[in-house]
């Protein structure tokens, strides 16, 4: 019963999209309220009618019904129970069922919270968020249905695929879904402001925000995804510009220009046609990204669905969605009204500079990502468009960008003051010159560009930290004074000025990693030392053990650091029988920000191993980056001040700081 | 009965949620308007100058600023009447009240089976599960092994098991144990070659070969290593040798070697003249014999292939060869039953009918 309710629950939540999509949009052209409430309360049904549809199938993987089709294929009765509810979406049917539950989860919290909208914005913005989930419900009932049965249930499962088998499955679909799907809300809120042909005050309060939302998960998914690569795949490489990969980092840039036109939009009412097209990119970029790795067009790990008529019907929808918006946009965009003035050299002007820069970083990574699967149809050759092409794309549109992000936030709105930005600017400057030359000296002769990167990087962290040290008039007035002003800053700039740092701090890591990284690869037998960066290594013996459902071959290793004992690491090769495959596990020694990475190959006749040791110097600010870049969003949301970018009159700023 | 009641339930949530905003009419005036967002900001204004957090005249910039905007605002809204449209409501409530429910339940019917009650495994009785103990006895020996990994013996009983169990890395490594802790002999490195072969897929590699070599250089008669080597030079492209390898066996092994078919159909893949099937002596004593004598072991002879065939009937090659034989006996309906028998042996591998039904026609008896 469990499963049909479920299934049931779902076939109720498409028909409730289907009329939250109509009835609304009718109710506004004819201007009756009764009709436009439909919305609303359509909306909460049917994330009440998801989230028991999810709930059903949770409980089945929880069961281990292998009466469903679905529960047989991918799970096991022996797995542990957090890879039964987490396999719920390490699969295409449930990951799908994931990502309409988090639709529905968006859509009912405009539903929920949308009172300060005007009645007929609301109306439209979930009657388009109603077109999105019944296309996708259609979807998911039609080709990719998790609640098909089968007759007479066999007695166990095919269990999950091993990699997936991992507590990152935990958390970074769900995040990357938050993330993809939380850009559905500015979408809407696009398309209702074309279809209305207007934007007002309430649009822009609300579309940051939201924005802001998905771009946390986005960012923070994206990130696990590529910690988990790191040391589940078992090569220490983190990202492969893997076109997976890519489909994630799209609408990552695109909603990080988003974000930073939609405050240009919220303070100064200008940028409204450029944040709107913005909205329909980074959505529509979302939903490429979906189409990518679930149609089976590319295969990596990602890709656990190939079937040729999913992708036909993604591809309908992907056409659909971004072919109507996008004409929508040339239709109606002219009708609606610009606004807000302001100098090139201002706090617009660079948000604008920042958002040339990213999105031809999108347009690069897109091409990177598309043009070889276009060749591959029309002329049928296969080429590969790797790290090269996107080094040498994707990295010179990146250095101006962060070369000009310490001055964004020092400039004043509508009109700035580019040489008092670099004044102030000094101090970080001295500290990326300070840096750089104590690289080149220090590591003489090696790679040149390596120092440079860093110094570029001391220079964001240090721009981000004169910005706040401006705001609070450090070292000007006595400390306790700066530190309460520092109290009173909005958290907004706090988050500024810590998502910026972020930046800075992971490409540290990543520049150290890419460039310092040392590496052994061999065989070892038990009783052989290796020596990687001035670590030894010695193999203290090969183990087996019988896991819940794998059995592991596991290697002991002691660490030592000039004949000091550190501590004993216990790579792990698993082999999962019932899927005839076998996962590394990689051990890892972590010392401060740098790591020692093992991990496991096979054995040979003699009882030798083959052990791949890597030392990655700093390479955990790559992550702690990203992390800094969300807790300065989660900052910024906290922020719940309404926003108005107050027009500075150029004596008013001088009135503000105290007399000496 | 249960379950279309839940449904029923669920339906009559999912049509009250339309048609509750429907009734409220058009009192239900909710949902802000532009002003109120101003007024907001400009009360927030206010809030921020009495915490100092932005100067006065500042403040009064973006006061001038936000009136600018509410003003603007007003304009707008003045043109939104709204109005009750009846007969959009009322087609809205039958849609919902009619609509809804038969396209759910349609839908639903064309997908769901809702006559299937649940199988959580924990219900489900472990009777049928045969495979279980089994498994329980592996991990019983693996653990003492485990503990005591120099017992030969134990490793003997393990590794076979862990063939059948598909475990084949598992069977690999503890058939090497066998022969480091029980000692080695040539049927040992054929068994450690054999799983090598299935681990590799049926790729005879230079690892295996290795092992099969091995086998050999302590007993030349080991056939299972012998047929290896071959299927390795065939693999290597080399068929003469592999044929020759293999006729080699033929020659030496007894009449009744129960891998005779196995030797002679793979002969046939290579291309090779398949050698009588009866040794030189045997063929010698069969000349000598009477017309009835002979007929008789022929007879026999073809009696266990039937018997063998009908315990395992997998086995393409010696269909064939059965039905040839009752053929060339002249007991065509022995031979037409036989082509019965196997086409239903084989019934469940397309490629194996295939095989058959391609070797029935060269015999002529299709159809």
Redesign the interface.
Known sequence: ?????G???L??A???A??QST?PM??AR??????M??A???A??QL??VA?SFTALVMLYV?????VVNVFENSH?TKPLLYKITGVWGHHEGSMLLWVAILALFGGLVAAF???????L?AHVLAVQGWIAAAFYLFI?VTS?P???I?S?P??GRDLNPVLQDIGLAVHPPMLYLGYVGFSISFSFAIAALIEG?I???WA?WVRPWTLVAWIFLTLGIAMGSYWAYYELGWGGWWFWDPVENASLMPWLAGTALLHSAVVMEKR?ALKVWTILLSILAFSLSLLGTFLVRSGVLTSVHAFATDPSRGVFILLILCLFIGGSLTLYAWRASALKQGGLFAPVSREGALVLNNLFLTSACATVFIGTLYPLALEVLTGDKISVGAPFFNLTFGPLFVPLLVAMPFGPLLAWKRGDLLGAAQRLTAAGIAALVAIAVLFAWTHGGATLAPLAIGLAIFVIGGALSDLAERMALFRVPLAIAMARAR?L?RATWGTAFAHAGIGVALIGIVCETTWNSEYIGTMKPRDVASVAGYQLKLDEI??R?GPNF?EMIAQFTVALDGETLQVMMPSKR?F?TR?S?TTEAALLTRGASQLYVSLGD?N?EGAIAVRIYHKPLVLLIWWGPVLMAFGGLLSLSDR??R??????A??AR??QPAE | MTLWFVFALMTVAAIFAVLWPLSRGSSAQAGGSEAVVYKDQLAEIDRDVAAGLIGLSEAEAARVEIGRRLLAAADGERNQPAHANLGLRRASAVVALVGLPIAAVTFYLALGSPRLGDFPLASRTRMADASQPLENMVAQVEAHLEKNPTDGRGWTVLAPVLVRLGRVDDAVRAYRNVIQHAGDSAERRSDLGEALVIRAGGVVTAEAKGEFERAVAQNADDPRASYFLGLAAEQDGRKADAAAIWRAMLSKAPADAPWRALIEAALTRVGAPVPPALSDDAMAAARDMNEADRGTMVRGMVDRLAARLKQDGSDVEGWLRLVRAYMVMGERDKATSARTEARQAVAGDAERLRQLNEGLKNLGLDG
């Open positions: 019963m469990i499963a049909e309710a299934h049931y629950a076939v109720l498409l028909a409730l289907l009329i009835v009718l109710g004819w201007g009756d309220p009764a009709l409430n439909v609303r309360s359509t909460l049904a009440l009618f028991a069961n281990s019904d292998f009466s009765s949308g009172n300060n909208l005007r009645l007929s609301r009932l249905n609640f098909l049965r007759a249930p007695i166990e207007r007002d005050a309430a309060r009412n009173g909005p183990t087996q019988q059995r082999n029988t005839d076998s054995t006749a001040r309404l108005v970018g107050a027009p500075k009159p004596k008013a009135a503000l």
